[in-house]
């Protein structure tokens, strides 16, 4: 049942963007002026700015029975303020049932804490395992991580069932949320959702209206017709594990979606909120080659990597919209603090220089609604 309409206004340039698989590359941003820069390769991912929205109203658009055509727009200027963080995948691991595993956990996840809390970064963690820990071991370090700014959301793992229906992946998302508000979160978040099944109406049943980290495996739900070129008929989640828009540069405007089939398309009525999937922290390198990311190690090239995307990050970004991108990381061995603190003061550069600020999924899903008003 839907809980609100939602008007939204955006410009012809964002919809020509999403209507596109293939977006032309758009022009390198200069990195931010300080006395080591971010290096630029064009062969390949808190200051206060006001953001405004063009004065141009799009009707509600119907499924077309044959795929979008292209429509040509004006670059975006390079000139907006990237709403950035990292999104923290709490997922796969035996944190239920297993009191050592999740007392490391915690532990790793404290200590993650204290250094970004240094940068003044912020965390949006997606949890799953960890939830029932918090509760059966007694150590609620979900709610600890609220209350230090950071932001807790729910990763689902409810789509990529064979039988997934819109009922059972609503069904987990409410239980996780139930779980959650007895540990005093209230979750308005989630990834974990991408489905053959309609998952954009399992989301509204749910009264999930922020969606995160959608991959390749949710074009499944759309229209035929609609599917765009580079589609392919993936098996699991794990077969259409990569993040969707295809191109780094399209990732970087969130758009409101009415339905699963249809959900690539901005609709001016939809109500929930798809905040496009950002760049794999620990499997940057991977990605950017095309290849599965799935058990990568955080390594010192997937910094560079990082150094080459952030450029082209921030040419993609538009004064006149709210833009985002995030680090997705999916927790589990621990990583090497020094490499984190390096990739961290990367981009502290960046939020020096105005094009990035630090901002939770929640955050960021309010700056894009108010936008609207």
Known sequence: MR???????????????????????????????????????????????????PDVSIE????????????????????????????????????????RSFSRHASQLRDYADLFEKYGAKMSLESKEIIDGCINWNDNVLLEMQERGHAVGIHADAGGDKNATVKSIAETLVEMQGKLKQLGIDASFASGVASKANWVEACEQAEIYTVS????????SLDPALRPDGFEPYRNPGLGHGPYP??????????????GSNWIIPDPEGEVLLIPTGLSLNGAYEELKGES?????????????????LPLVVAASDSSQVNTFYAVW????????ERLEEWLQMIDEYVQAGS??????????????????
């Open 356 to 373: 990035i600020r630090w901002s939770t999924i929640p955050e960021m899903a309010q700056l894009y609604r108010n936008s609207l008003n």
């Open 213 to 220: 980290c959608i991959v390749e495996y949710a074009l499944w």
């Open 60 to 99: 509600p658009i119907a499924t077309p029975a044959i795929k979008p055509e292209v429509i040509t727009t004006s670059a975006p200027d390079g000139k907006g303020v990237v709403q950035f963080t990292i999104v923290l995948h709490l997922e796969g691991w035996e944190d239920g049932t297993n009191e």
């Open 293 to 309: 990311v799935l058990g990568s190690e955080f390594e010192q090239m997937d910094i560079d990597s990082w150094r080459e995307t």
């Open 246 to 259: 295809f191109q780094v540069e399209e990732r970087v405007q969130p758009w409101l979606m009415d339905d």
């Open 3 to 53: 809980r609100f309409r939602i008007v939204v206004i955006c410009s012809i340039a964002t919809l020509g963007l999403l209507l596109s698989s293939c977006a032309p590359p758009k022009p390198t941003a200069q990195p931010p002026n300080t006395t080591e820069k971010p290096v630029v390769i064009t062969t390949e991912t808190p200051v206060k700015s006001e953001q405004t929205v």
């Open 330 to 337: 999916s927790f589990g061995g621990a990583v090497d603090m």
